[in-house]
Protein backbone atom coordinates (compact mmCIF):
# COMPACT_ATOMS: atom_id res chain seq x y z
CA UNK A 1 0.00 0.00 0.00
CA UNK A 2 0.94 4.13 -1.00
CA UNK A 3 0.98 6.73 1.20
CA UNK A 4 0.75 10.20 -0.11
CA UNK A 5 -0.09 13.59 1.66
CA UNK A 6 -3.28 15.39 0.62
CA UNK A 7 -3.56 19.46 0.46
CA UNK A 8 -6.68 21.13 1.18
CA UNK A 9 -5.65 25.05 1.89
CA UNK A 10 -8.03 25.39 3.93
CA UNK A 11 -7.23 29.37 5.68
CA UNK A 12 -8.02 29.92 8.94
CA UNK A 13 -8.11 33.46 10.34
CA UNK A 14 -4.92 35.37 11.45
CA UNK A 15 -2.84 33.61 8.70
CA UNK A 16 -1.76 35.32 4.97
CA UNK A 17 -2.24 33.57 2.01
CA UNK A 18 1.47 34.00 1.52
CA UNK A 19 2.29 32.35 4.93
CA UNK A 20 -0.13 29.51 3.63
CA UNK A 21 1.16 28.93 0.81
CA UNK A 22 4.84 28.49 1.84
CA UNK A 23 3.85 26.12 4.42
CA UNK A 24 1.87 24.14 1.97
CA UNK A 25 5.73 24.08 -0.34
CA UNK A 26 7.19 22.92 2.79
CA UNK A 27 4.91 20.39 4.39
CA UNK A 28 5.10 18.92 0.19
CA UNK A 29 9.36 18.81 0.50
CA UNK A 30 8.98 16.95 3.87
CA UNK A 31 6.25 14.43 2.36
CA UNK A 32 9.19 13.78 -0.37
CA UNK A 33 12.41 13.78 2.66
CA UNK A 34 9.52 11.25 4.95
CA UNK A 35 8.86 8.59 1.70
CA UNK A 36 5.28 9.68 0.96
CA UNK A 37 5.26 8.12 -2.45
CA UNK A 38 2.74 11.20 -3.79
CA UNK A 39 1.60 14.73 -2.81
CA UNK A 40 -2.16 15.53 -3.88
CA UNK A 41 -4.06 18.55 -4.51
CA UNK A 42 -7.09 19.71 -4.77
CA UNK A 43 -9.41 22.04 -6.17
CA UNK A 44 -11.96 24.80 -5.15
CA UNK A 45 -12.94 28.47 -5.71
CA UNK A 46 -14.48 31.10 -3.56
CA UNK A 47 -13.96 31.14 -0.11
CA UNK A 48 -11.24 30.47 2.15
CA UNK A 49 -12.17 27.05 3.00
CA UNK A 50 -9.36 25.79 0.18
CA UNK A 51 -7.15 28.23 -1.43
CA UNK A 52 -6.24 25.60 -4.14
CA UNK A 53 -7.65 27.70 -6.77
CA UNK A 54 -5.26 26.47 -9.65
CA UNK A 55 -3.73 22.84 -8.35
CA UNK A 56 -1.47 23.02 -11.58
CA UNK A 57 0.28 26.02 -10.69
CA UNK A 58 0.83 24.83 -7.54
CA UNK A 59 1.91 21.41 -8.63
CA UNK A 60 4.93 23.24 -11.09
CA UNK A 61 5.94 24.54 -7.40
CA UNK A 62 5.82 21.47 -5.66
CA UNK A 63 7.77 19.57 -8.97
CA UNK A 64 10.49 22.07 -9.03
CA UNK A 65 11.14 21.79 -5.16
CA UNK A 66 11.13 18.05 -5.06
CA UNK A 67 12.83 15.14 -7.40
CA UNK A 68 10.81 11.91 -6.35
CA UNK A 69 7.51 12.01 -5.24
CA UNK A 70 4.73 11.76 -7.36
CA UNK A 71 1.74 14.40 -8.06
CA UNK A 72 -1.40 13.38 -7.48
CA UNK A 73 -4.54 15.98 -8.47
CA UNK A 74 -7.44 14.94 -6.36
CA UNK A 75 -9.37 16.28 -8.05
CA UNK A 76 -9.11 18.57 -11.28
CA UNK A 77 -13.30 19.72 -11.54
CA UNK A 78 -13.53 19.16 -14.70
CA UNK A 79 -16.58 20.92 -15.77
CA UNK A 80 -14.80 23.88 -14.72
CA UNK A 81 -12.46 23.45 -17.65
CA UNK A 82 -12.27 23.67 -21.33
CA UNK A 83 -10.79 20.35 -22.09
CA UNK A 84 -7.98 21.53 -24.11
CA UNK A 85 -6.62 24.16 -21.24
CA UNK A 86 -6.47 21.43 -18.70
CA UNK A 87 -4.91 18.61 -21.44
CA UNK A 88 -2.47 21.26 -21.67
CA UNK A 89 -2.37 22.48 -18.01
CA UNK A 90 -1.92 18.74 -16.65
CA UNK A 91 0.53 17.85 -18.92
CA UNK A 92 2.82 20.83 -18.96
CA UNK A 93 3.32 19.48 -15.15
CA UNK A 94 3.49 16.36 -16.28
CA UNK A 95 6.92 17.73 -18.44
CA UNK A 96 8.16 19.73 -15.89
CA UNK A 97 8.33 16.86 -13.14
CA UNK A 98 9.71 14.40 -15.32
CA UNK A 99 7.07 12.96 -15.57
CA UNK A 100 5.50 12.39 -11.92
CA UNK A 101 1.86 13.04 -12.64
CA UNK A 102 -1.54 11.49 -11.71
CA UNK A 103 -3.94 13.11 -13.50
CA UNK A 104 -7.14 13.10 -10.97
CA UNK A 105 -10.78 14.12 -12.05
CA UNK A 106 -13.92 14.92 -10.18
CA UNK A 107 -17.40 15.80 -11.52
CA UNK A 108 -17.33 18.61 -8.27
CA UNK A 109 -20.24 18.82 -5.33
CA UNK A 110 -20.69 22.65 -4.80
CA UNK A 111 -23.06 24.89 -6.11
CA UNK A 112 -21.61 27.36 -4.94
CA UNK A 113 -17.94 27.01 -6.26
CA UNK A 114 -20.09 26.61 -9.65
CA UNK A 115 -21.75 30.00 -9.53
CA UNK A 116 -17.90 31.00 -9.49
CA UNK A 117 -17.00 30.18 -12.82
CA UNK A 118 -20.41 29.92 -14.68
CA UNK A 119 -20.40 26.58 -14.60
CA UNK A 120 -23.95 24.20 -15.21
CA UNK A 121 -24.00 22.40 -12.05
CA UNK A 122 -26.91 20.40 -13.02
CA UNK A 123 -25.35 18.79 -16.42
CA UNK A 124 -21.73 18.38 -14.46
CA UNK A 125 -21.88 14.73 -14.31
CA UNK A 126 -22.46 14.17 -18.52
CA UNK A 127 -20.12 17.68 -19.38
CA UNK A 128 -17.22 16.02 -16.83
CA UNK A 129 -17.32 12.25 -19.04
CA UNK A 130 -17.05 14.48 -21.95
CA UNK A 131 -14.18 16.49 -20.67
CA UNK A 132 -12.24 13.16 -19.63
CA UNK A 133 -12.96 11.13 -22.38
CA UNK A 134 -11.52 14.27 -24.38
CA UNK A 135 -8.52 15.04 -22.56
CA UNK A 136 -7.21 11.22 -23.03
CA UNK A 137 -8.03 12.10 -26.62
CA UNK A 138 -6.17 14.85 -26.87
CA UNK A 139 -3.04 13.36 -24.87
CA UNK A 140 -3.00 10.63 -27.45
CA UNK A 141 -3.79 12.19 -30.54
CA UNK A 142 -1.91 14.68 -32.90
CA UNK A 143 -5.31 16.63 -33.49
CA UNK A 144 -9.30 15.92 -32.09
CA UNK A 145 -12.06 16.73 -34.06
CA UNK A 146 -15.05 16.10 -32.08
CA UNK A 147 -19.36 16.99 -32.20
CA UNK A 148 -20.27 15.97 -28.50
CA UNK A 149 -22.91 17.36 -26.49
CA UNK A 150 -20.99 20.66 -24.91
CA UNK A 151 -18.14 20.88 -27.31
CA UNK A 152 -17.23 21.05 -30.87
CA UNK A 153 -13.86 21.19 -31.81
CA UNK A 154 -12.28 21.13 -34.95
CA UNK A 155 -8.56 19.35 -35.44
CA UNK A 156 -8.10 20.83 -32.02
CA UNK A 157 -4.32 20.29 -30.62
CA UNK A 158 -2.95 19.91 -27.59
CA UNK A 159 1.10 20.82 -26.82
CA UNK A 160 2.74 20.19 -25.01
CA UNK A 161 1.86 16.20 -24.84
CA UNK A 162 2.37 14.20 -21.57
CA UNK A 163 5.78 12.97 -20.70
CA UNK A 164 4.53 9.82 -19.33
CA UNK A 165 3.06 7.83 -22.58
CA UNK A 166 0.76 7.34 -23.50
CA UNK A 167 -0.62 9.31 -21.01
CA UNK A 168 -0.41 9.89 -17.22
CA UNK A 169 -2.58 7.36 -15.07
CA UNK A 170 -5.97 8.61 -14.55
CA UNK A 171 -7.46 8.68 -11.24
CA UNK A 172 -11.69 9.38 -11.22
CA UNK A 173 -13.04 10.91 -8.08
CA UNK A 174 -16.41 8.35 -7.18
CA UNK A 175 -19.04 7.59 -4.77
CA UNK A 176 -22.45 6.35 -6.20
CA UNK A 177 -22.12 2.65 -7.66
CA UNK A 178 -23.00 4.26 -11.16
CA UNK A 179 -20.13 6.20 -10.81
CA UNK A 180 -18.32 3.30 -9.86
CA UNK A 181 -18.83 1.53 -12.22
CA UNK A 182 -17.99 4.13 -14.65
CA UNK A 183 -14.36 4.38 -13.54
CA UNK A 184 -14.40 1.00 -14.06
CA UNK A 185 -15.65 0.39 -17.59
CA UNK A 186 -13.45 2.98 -19.28
CA UNK A 187 -10.53 1.38 -17.30
CA UNK A 188 -9.85 4.18 -14.98
CA UNK A 189 -7.80 4.14 -11.31
CA UNK A 190 -10.54 5.51 -8.55
CA UNK A 191 -10.46 7.73 -4.84
CA UNK A 192 -12.96 7.15 -2.24
CA UNK A 193 -14.40 9.00 0.51
CA UNK A 194 -16.82 6.66 2.70
CA UNK A 195 -15.72 4.89 5.80
CA UNK A 196 -14.86 1.25 5.73
CA UNK A 197 -17.68 -0.62 4.81
CA UNK A 198 -19.06 1.75 2.00
CA UNK A 199 -15.23 1.95 0.58
CA UNK A 200 -15.30 -1.70 0.72
CA UNK A 201 -18.30 -2.53 -0.79
CA UNK A 202 -17.12 -0.03 -3.55
CA UNK A 203 -14.20 -1.51 -3.99
CA UNK A 204 -15.59 -5.20 -5.00
CA UNK A 205 -17.95 -3.38 -7.43
CA UNK A 206 -15.17 -1.55 -8.93
CA UNK A 207 -13.20 -5.12 -9.76
CA UNK A 208 -16.51 -7.11 -10.61
CA UNK A 209 -16.67 -4.58 -13.22
CA UNK A 210 -13.19 -4.44 -14.17
CA UNK A 211 -13.41 -7.65 -14.92
CA UNK A 212 -16.39 -7.89 -16.97
CA UNK A 213 -14.82 -4.46 -19.12
CA UNK A 214 -11.79 -7.04 -19.58
CA UNK A 215 -14.38 -9.51 -20.96
CA UNK A 216 -16.24 -7.31 -23.46
CA UNK A 217 -12.53 -5.85 -24.57
CA UNK A 218 -13.39 -2.12 -23.81
CA UNK A 219 -9.77 -2.36 -21.78
CA UNK A 220 -6.98 -4.03 -21.43
CA UNK A 221 -6.04 -6.92 -18.54
CA UNK A 222 -2.84 -4.81 -18.30
CA UNK A 223 -5.29 -1.87 -17.51
CA UNK A 224 -7.49 -3.96 -15.00
CA UNK A 225 -4.82 -4.92 -12.77
CA UNK A 226 -3.21 -1.50 -12.71
CA UNK A 227 -6.67 -0.60 -11.80
CA UNK A 228 -7.12 -3.20 -9.40
CA UNK A 229 -4.04 -2.43 -7.21
CA UNK A 230 -4.35 1.45 -7.30
CA UNK A 231 -7.56 2.52 -5.65
CA UNK A 232 -6.78 5.57 -3.39
CA UNK A 233 -8.77 6.46 0.10
CA UNK A 234 -8.86 9.92 2.03
CA UNK A 235 -8.68 9.74 5.47
CA UNK A 236 -7.89 13.02 7.71
CA UNK A 237 -5.45 11.73 10.07
CA UNK A 238 -3.88 12.55 13.28
CA UNK A 239 -1.43 11.36 15.80
CA UNK A 240 -0.80 12.14 19.61
CA UNK A 241 0.04 9.71 22.97
CA UNK A 242 -3.45 8.28 23.27
CA UNK A 243 -6.85 8.32 21.14
CA UNK A 244 -8.76 10.80 23.52
CA UNK A 245 -5.90 13.64 23.11
CA UNK A 246 -5.71 13.28 19.27
CA UNK A 247 -9.59 13.29 18.76
CA UNK A 248 -9.42 16.43 21.53
CA UNK A 249 -7.39 17.93 19.19
CA UNK A 250 -8.96 17.86 16.14
CA UNK A 251 -12.64 17.87 17.03
CA UNK A 252 -13.61 21.43 16.04
CA UNK A 253 -11.43 21.70 13.18
CA UNK A 254 -13.72 18.49 11.80
CA UNK A 255 -16.87 20.10 12.41
CA UNK A 256 -15.73 22.94 11.05
CA UNK A 257 -14.95 21.78 7.91
CA UNK A 258 -18.25 19.31 7.87
CA UNK A 259 -20.23 22.52 7.88
CA UNK A 260 -18.50 23.85 5.37
CA UNK A 261 -18.85 20.98 3.56
CA UNK A 262 -22.12 21.26 3.93
CA UNK A 263 -22.78 24.37 2.95
CA UNK A 264 -20.53 23.87 -0.13
CA UNK A 265 -23.07 20.89 -1.63
CA UNK A 266 -26.05 23.27 -0.25
CA UNK A 267 -26.23 26.96 -1.26
CA UNK A 268 -25.49 29.29 -4.70
CA UNK A 269 -23.66 32.71 -4.09
CA UNK A 270 -23.39 34.46 -0.98
CA UNK A 271 -22.88 38.07 -0.42
CA UNK A 272 -18.68 38.98 -0.86
CA UNK A 273 -18.49 39.61 2.90
CA UNK A 274 -19.40 36.62 4.02
CA UNK A 275 -17.13 34.67 1.15
CA UNK A 276 -15.04 33.86 3.81
CA UNK A 277 -17.07 31.20 5.20
CA UNK A 278 -16.27 32.41 8.63
CA UNK A 279 -18.71 35.51 9.14
CA UNK A 280 -21.39 32.78 6.94
CA UNK A 281 -24.10 31.29 9.44
CA UNK A 282 -23.13 28.27 8.66
CA UNK A 283 -25.38 24.68 8.76
CA UNK A 284 -25.39 23.43 11.89
CA UNK A 285 -23.71 19.50 12.77
CA UNK A 286 -24.66 17.90 15.54
CA UNK A 287 -22.30 16.31 18.27
CA UNK A 288 -23.02 12.97 17.00
CA UNK A 289 -22.42 13.59 13.57
CA UNK A 290 -18.87 14.78 14.53
CA UNK A 291 -18.39 11.68 15.96
CA UNK A 292 -19.52 9.36 13.63
CA UNK A 293 -17.51 11.11 11.45
CA UNK A 294 -14.50 11.23 13.56
CA UNK A 295 -14.73 7.17 13.76
CA UNK A 296 -15.88 6.35 10.24
CA UNK A 297 -12.63 8.82 8.33
CA UNK A 298 -10.84 10.13 10.57
CA UNK A 299 -7.74 8.54 11.84
CA UNK A 300 -7.41 10.29 15.15
CA UNK A 301 -5.59 8.39 18.09
CA UNK A 302 -1.83 6.56 19.11
CA UNK A 303 0.16 4.41 16.98
CA UNK A 304 -1.61 1.00 17.33
CA UNK A 305 -5.12 2.26 16.67
CA UNK A 306 -3.41 4.43 13.76
CA UNK A 307 -1.78 1.20 12.13
CA UNK A 308 -4.91 -1.44 12.75
CA UNK A 309 -6.89 1.26 10.77
CA UNK A 310 -4.86 1.50 8.23
CA UNK A 311 -4.34 -2.25 7.97
CA UNK A 312 -7.85 -2.78 7.70
CA UNK A 313 -7.71 -0.49 4.83
CA UNK A 314 -4.92 -2.82 3.36
CA UNK A 315 -7.05 -5.91 3.91
CA UNK A 316 -9.74 -4.32 1.80
CA UNK A 317 -7.84 -3.60 -1.24
CA UNK A 318 -6.63 0.17 -1.08
CA UNK A 319 -3.64 0.84 -2.73
CA UNK A 320 -3.14 4.16 -1.44
CA UNK A 321 -4.02 6.08 1.22
CA UNK A 322 -4.45 10.25 0.77
CA UNK A 323 -3.24 11.20 3.92
CA UNK A 324 -4.68 14.66 5.03
CA UNK A 325 -3.15 16.01 7.64
CA UNK A 326 -4.21 19.28 8.23
CA UNK A 327 -7.86 20.99 7.98
CA UNK A 328 -9.88 23.69 9.39
CA UNK A 329 -7.98 25.19 12.03
CA UNK A 330 -4.72 22.70 12.78
CA UNK A 331 -1.56 24.48 12.18
CA UNK A 332 1.26 23.77 9.94
CA UNK A 333 3.30 22.48 13.77
CA UNK A 334 0.63 20.13 14.62
CA UNK A 335 0.31 19.05 10.85
CA UNK A 336 3.95 18.12 9.86
CA UNK A 337 4.80 16.63 13.92
CA UNK A 338 1.98 14.10 12.56
CA UNK A 339 3.33 13.84 9.23
CA UNK A 340 6.61 12.59 10.70
CA UNK A 341 5.55 10.58 13.47
CA UNK A 342 3.03 8.70 11.05
CA UNK A 343 5.93 8.67 8.78
CA UNK A 344 8.35 6.91 11.44
CA UNK A 345 5.73 4.96 13.76
CA UNK A 346 2.62 3.68 11.07
CA UNK A 347 3.81 3.84 7.56
CA UNK A 348 7.49 2.20 8.82
CA UNK A 349 6.26 -0.70 10.26
CA UNK A 350 2.82 -1.23 7.37
CA UNK A 351 6.02 -1.56 4.72
CA UNK A 352 7.73 -4.04 6.13
Same mark, same amino acid.
Given at each position: ????T????????? *????D????????????????????? *????????????????? @???A???? #???????????? #????????????????????????????????????????????????????????????????????????????????????? *?????????? #??????????????????????????? +?????????????????????Q????D????????????????????????????????????????????? @?????????????????????M?????L????????? +????????????? @???????????E @????????L????I????K
Amino acid at each position: MRFGTFHLLTHPPG *LTAQDLLQQTLNEAVLAEELGFDTCW *LTEHHGSRYGLSSNPAV @LAAAIAAR #TQRIRLGFAAHI #TPMHHPVRLAEQVAMVDQLSGGRVIAGFGAGYSPYEFSMVGADFETRHGTHWEIVDLVRELWTQPQVTHRGELFDLEGAASFPKP *LQQPHPPIAI #TAGHPDSVRSVAERGHRILLLGGDEQV +RDSLVLYRETLELAVAAGSITQAQAEDCAKSPGVMRQIHMADDAETARDTVRDSTAWSMRVAKALAGMGPVP @LEESDFHSLDLPAVDADEVEGMLERRVLAGDTAYVTE +RMRTLQEIGVGEV @LCWMRWGSLSHE @LATQSMRRLAADVISQLRK
